[in-house]
Nanobody
Framework: QVQPVESGGGLVRAGGSLRLACAASGRGQSFNNYIVAWFRQPPGKERDFVARIRYYSGSTDYADSAKGRFTISRDSAKSTVYLQMDSLKPEDTAVYYC????????????WGQGTQVTVSS
């Protein structure tokens, strides 16, 4: 099984950018045969889907709130998925989680610990 590990969160001003990374930890681990997604949970709210990538093909999907501002991508050599976030808004403030599910499974069974993103106005 794969263990996602996030990095790259921080504090940024509105209009700025951040890039989050999600690495497949463990020796020999890879996101091959997985779909990898980013979710976020704002303070006091439920966790919501942001974007996902089918690791084997590179095809992507986005929540409406992320379209045009966020880009999910992968680096197979590094077994890492990225979330490039541009034109950030204060409402993007949240804990961002990386999750993975095996192709064919319905639920994301593998979750990272989360990374805080704070956007100041």
């Amino acid at each position: 099984q794969v263990q996602p590990v996030e990095s790259g969160g921080g504090l940024v001003r509105a209009g700025g950018s951040l890039r989050l990374a999600c690495a497949a930890s463990g020796r020999g681990q890879s996101f091959n045969n997985y779909i990898v997604a980013w979710f976020r949970q704002p303070p006091g709210k439920e966790r919501d889907f942001v974007a996902r990538i089918r690791y084997y093909s590179g095809s992507t999907d986005y929540a409406d709130s992320a379209k045009g501002r966020f880009t999910i991508s992968r680096d197979s050599a590094k077994s890492t998925v990225y979330l490039q976030m541009d034109s950030l808004k204060p409402e993007d403030t949240a804990v961002y989680y990386c999750a993975a599910r095996r192709i064919g499974d319905q639920t994301y069974d593998y979750w990272g610990q989360g990374t805080q993103v704070t956007v100041s106005s």
